[in-house]
T-cell receptor, first 112, second 113 residues
Framework: DADVTQTPRNRITKTGKRIMLECSQT?????MYWYRQDPGLGLRLIYY???????NKGEISDGYSVSRQAQAKFSLSLESAIPNQTALYFC???????????FGQGTRLTVV | AQSVTQPDIHITVSEGASLELRCNYS??????LFWYVQSPGQGLQLLLK??????LVQGIKGFEAEFKRSQSSFNLRKPSVHWSDAAEYFC???????????FGKGTRLHILP
């Protein structure tokens, strides 16, 4: 089984719908991240969490929210999806700040 | 502010040829440096990392990278590429007191048969 699991892997949703992307990890890491990948833009950080009581905005948090339900679970929500949120979303974990990140397989989200 | 630049958006090499992917970073101290690879439809896999010590680091799949402080560079190399190396490669920088890893925009590698 993968160390970092994202569900769903693919999702098509309509404009205005609420959608949740889920991430769970078995690495035992406290630090978890949500990134968004767009062609030619690399990966941009949406939110990050250092533990269940510590959640922080990244560089592109507008239109997104997160929930850290447990050390192993970190969910990303789009309260009202819009087409420019169509992207590939990655969850990642790390053992400590600055150390290498371990990525899930990604969720490809399409908002129509 | 910290940043990572990958000057080449696309690179094409012939199978069996050598490869060098460029990465330059902007950072005020010695950073942690990473190279990741992303195959089509897949997540990101760590190829190698540099934290300290020997400036030439070996990674998986026959890749290596050299940290050059004077040039603020961390270029990725492979002596002989294989068709399976076709992918997108991301250079990244981290540090102990910044909360995230900063990624470059990626270099897509194409392999000619």
């Amino acid at each position: 089984d993968a160390d970092v699991t994202q569900t769903p892997r693919n999702r098509i949703t309509k404009t205005g719908k609420r959608i949740m992307l889920e991430c769970s990890q078995t690495k035992g890491h406290d630090r978890m991240y949500w990134y968004r990948q767009d062609p030619g833009l690399g990966l941009r950080l949406i939110y990050y969490s250092f533990d269940v009581k510590d959640i922080n905005k990244g560089e592109i948090s507008d239109g997104y929210s997160v929930s850290r339900q447990a050390q192993a679970k970190f969910s990303l929500s789009l309260e009202s999806a819009i087409p420019n949120q169509t992207a590939l979303y990655f969850c990642a974990t790390s053992e400590r700040t600055g150390s290498e990140a371990f990525f899930g397989q990604g969720t490809r989200l399409t908002v129509v | 502010a910290q940043s990572v630049t990958q000057p080449d958006i696309h690179i094409t090499v012939s199978e069996g040829a050598s490869l060098e992917l460029r990465c330059n970073y902007s950072y005020g101290a010695t950073p942690y440096l990473f190279w990741y690879v992303q195959s089509p439809g897949q997540g990101l896999q760590l190829l190698l990392k540099y934290f300290s010590g020997d400036t030439l680091v070996q990674g998986i799949k026959g890749f290596e990278a050299e940290f050059k402080r004077s040039q603020s560079s961390f270029n990725l190399r492979k002596p002989s590429v294989h068709w399976s190396d076709a992918a997108e490669y991301f250079c990244a920088v981290g540090a102990g007191f910044i909360p995230k890893i900063i990624f470059g925009k990626g270099t897509r590698l194409h392999i000619l048969p």
